[in-house]
């Protein structure tokens, strides 16, 4: 499938608007989704031999390693037909509190050479009621855990983010089977200083607690959350985050976003935004055994950035990393690129998790 992609499709595809393309195929998912049938058969023919078995992470089962990264579904409008592409989980979002257009076009730039994106969208989506709304009138599959990606409207300040945050939070937690906490996004201004301990702890902390009041006080079952961390973050800076989500026992780290270096030819590429695929690879892997190692193990990770193969995602596994997520692997290897590396992976799961 991966040939008669790059040979025949591939080339047609990177004809149009890397953002117009995004759409078509997000519209594409969309119209597989609502045909229930040819979604089960290709679901059948996307799962992987006997030899996979289930990943158990923070209490979640998940059918294989591979999952959809945030940012190709944002608005949670055709997640249903991920499970037949062969992904594991789905991360819809980002969400924000409230909607937004996100950046001025054009924003996204492929660089195929390179298999490299840069974009610098600004989460652009619905808001977290409209979100949450169409996420209620979906069924979610037990057999693919869900995760919805939440961040900081662009109008709201960082001194006010918490609050920003802890909207989409209880407007999304009762249909997530885990939240992400984007706090590394490139594109928002001033998001990444949501990482620094002064802001972070405190935003964690009202997450973690609005967490415990929903089983408390209404009954609900508890909801994993994670942080997803930048690649540009050093040794230090991701100590103190690691400190920080220990402290608070929290479920994970999802490491890495994108990157705002240009490294090798990038170095004379103009454009701003952030920077994701294979030249992304050394350093994602590099801070997942990093957490890894100064975690002694002990706190999950899902490994995204850079996969673009089979070594690249086995790389992420050996590194660490529970799980995976793929994104811009994608846009350059096809739609069963998910099916491909979930087969390979089978033998290096690791399920000692609880």
């Not at 619905?126 to 409207?153: T, Y």
């Not at 706090?183 to 990444?192: A, I, K």
């Not at 609900?220 to 026992?249: G, W």
Request: include cysteine.
């Amino acid at each position: 499938m991966e040939f008669w992609y790059e040979k025949l499709i591939r080339p047609y595809v990177f004809r149009r608007d890397p953002e117009e393309a995004h759409h078509q195929a997000v519209r594409a998912l969309r119209l597989l989704a609502k045909c229930s049938p040819l979604c089960r058969l290709m679901a059948r023919w996307s799962r992987p031999d006997g030899r996979t078995r289930p990943i158990e992470l923070f209490g979640l089962r998940f059918p294989n390693a591979v999952g959809l990264a945030a940012g190709f579904d944002k608005d949670a409008v055709c997640w249903p037909a991920a499970r037949a592409l062969g992904f594991g989980h789905v991360e819809i979002g980002t969400v924000t509190g409230q909607r937004q257009p996100g950046n001025p076009k054009p924003r996204v730039f492929r660089y195929p050479e390179e298999e490299a994106v840069i974009n610098r969208m600004g989460f652009n989506n619905d808001g977290a009621e409209r979100v949450a709304r169409r996420l209620a009138r979906k069924r979610r599959d037990p057999r693919m855990p869900l995760g919805v990606n939440i961040g900081k409207s662009r109008v709201v300040s960082v001194e006010d983010a918490a609050e920003d945050y802890l909207f989409s939070f209880n407007a999304l937690a009762d249909h997530a089977d885990y939240i992400a906490v984007n706090v590394s996004s490139p594109n928002t201004p001033d998001l990444r200083r949501l990482q620094e301990v002064s802001y972070l702890t405190g935003l964690l902390r009202v997450l973690r607690d609005a967490n415990a009041r929903r089983v408390r006080e209404q009954g609900k079952v508890r909801v994993p959350i994670l942080v997803k961390i930048a690649p540009d973050l050093t040794f230090p800076q991701i100590d103190a985050v690691l400190e920080t989500v220990s402290d608070l026992r929290l479920d994970g780290i999802i490491a890495t976003n994108t990157t705002l270096q240009r490294p090798g030819r990038f170095a004379s590429v103009g454009e701003c935004g952030g920077l994701s695929g294979r030249p992304l690879r050394r350093r994602s892997t590099e801070i997942v055994r990093y957490v890894y190692l100064r975690t002694e193990g002990r706190l999950p990770i899902i490994g995204v950035g850079g996969i673009h193969d089979v070594e690249s995602a086995g790389e992420k596994m050996d590194a660490g990393a529970s799980l995976i997520q793929i994104y811009t692997g994608m846009i350059f290897r096809g739609p069963f690129f998910a099916r491909d590396l979930a087969q390979a992976l089978a033998p290096r799961h690791r399920s000692d998790w609880v």
